[in-house]
């Protein structure tokens, strides 16, 4: 019978009551050169916020880390494990690695990304639009049995690929997936997720995480209740892995203290909560440029990270990626329209330290 390695018990209390996991970016200078000490940086700046954990080499790290010439992929791997194991941390911390490619590079990441500590592997199927539901499924059990993984529903309009039902349903067997992210940007797409892990054996097992950047709150408030053998079986979205908690990061801990308070005392939403879920989202839609199909997504994120200094620039590996025409007065108009949102008096307070920590 396979082996599926575990997760550290108290990461997977953690993974299960629900956290903050931001989608770490990549610290470029002008040359599009790592910058190694805004790189770190941005670690301390998450780590100081009070996340659970971070994800690195994801989407918001950029997929060309792992490109020929480039090869940054274990690097930055390696100086976040660095950077959580320097902050010398009382608490749980969660460090999630972005796995991508054919069966083959995959696991050659996961075995990396074991060997650096990390304790889940965030499977992406991008790039494998050819692949049938059966190879991926293959594919994620042979990498189940090197990490423990946190699923990824990856929206196709950033290089995923629409997946069933089924598809899901069987993953949701696998005795190695401790967690899912749903990223379709789609309600019905989310839907196949829940119900999919609701109908499963293993649905006690699984945490479901939101990567649905247009919708945070909203997921995060709302209970999913499905009819399984005639019994009501009821599920949350207990977290979120998400881009756009890589800014603003300390006052989305604060969100995510609050939903958590407001689950565990079983009150009642309160309509201001639903009202800043929007606003959060409008907000998203400057960052993440979905008007242009999400082409500023990066350099969306960039440019908040520059505004407050932690970032030196808007600089990504592939310099066709730039904001949109009209991105930056987005950026500007969120900026204006809900101050209570961004951290900057945080930032300030840390930079210093974080840039320069001797």
């Not at 304790?119 to 059990?141: A, F, H, K, P």
């Not at 990490?147 to 993953?171: C, N, T």
């Not at 961004?342 to 974080?354: A, Q």
Request: proline share 4%; charged share 25%.
């Amino acid at each position: 019978m396979k082996r599926f390695p575990d997760l550290r018990p108290e990461a997977e209390k953690l993974l299960h009551r629900g956290t903050v996991i931001p989608a770490h970016p990549l610290a470029l200078d002008a040359s599009r050169q790592l910058d190694e000490r805004r790189q770190r940086a941005l670690s301390r700046y998450y780590l100081d916020s009070g996340a659970g954990g971070i994800a690195v080499g994801v989407h918001t790290t950029q997929f060309e880390i792992r490109d020929a010439g480039i090869d940054l992929y274990e690097l930055v791997l390696r100086m976040a494990a660095e950077e959580v194991e320097a902050a010398g941390l009382e608490r749980t911390f969660i460090k999630v690695a972005g796995i991508c490619g054919p069966t083959e590079q995959a696991l050659r990441e996961a075995e990396l990304a074991s060997g650096l500590g990390y304790d889940l592997g965030l499977v992406s199927t991008g790039g494998l639009d050819d692949w049938s539901e059966q190879q991926l499924l293959q594919r994620m059990e042979a990498i189940a049995a090197v990490i423990p993984i946190f699923g990824f529903y990856l929206q196709p309009a950033v290089g995923g690929k629409r997946l069933s039902y089924e598809f899901w349903r069987e993953l949701a067997e696998i005795p190695g997936v401790k967690a899912i992210k749903m990223a379709p940007f789609n309600r019905y797409q989310t839907l196949d997720v829940v119900r999919a892990v609701c109908e499963s054996s293993r649905r006690e097992q699984i945490a479901l995480y939101t990567g649905n950047d247009d919708n945070i709150v909203a997921d995060l408030l709302t209970t999913y209740r499905y009819l399984v053998s005639g019994e009501a079986v009821e599920k949350r979205i207990v977290g979120g892995l998400l881009g756009h908690w890589a800014v603003w990061t300390s006052k989305a801990v604060e969100l995510m203290n609050e939903i958590i308070e407001l689950r565990e005392r079983g009150e009642s939403i309160p309509g201001e909560l639903l009202t800043r879920g929007v606003e959060i989202s409008d907000a998203n839609a400057a960052f993440f440029d979905p008007a242009n199909d999400f082409h500023g997504c990066i350099p969306g994120i960039h440019e908040v990270l520059r505004r407050q200094g932690l970032l030196a620039g808007r600089w990504c590996l592939n310099p066709e990626e730039q904001l949109s025409p009209g991105q930056m007065e987005e950026i500007d108009r969120v900026y204006k329209a809900y101050p209570h949102l961004n951290d900057d008096e945080f930032v300030r307070s840390g930079l210093f330290k974080w840039l320069d920590p001797s």
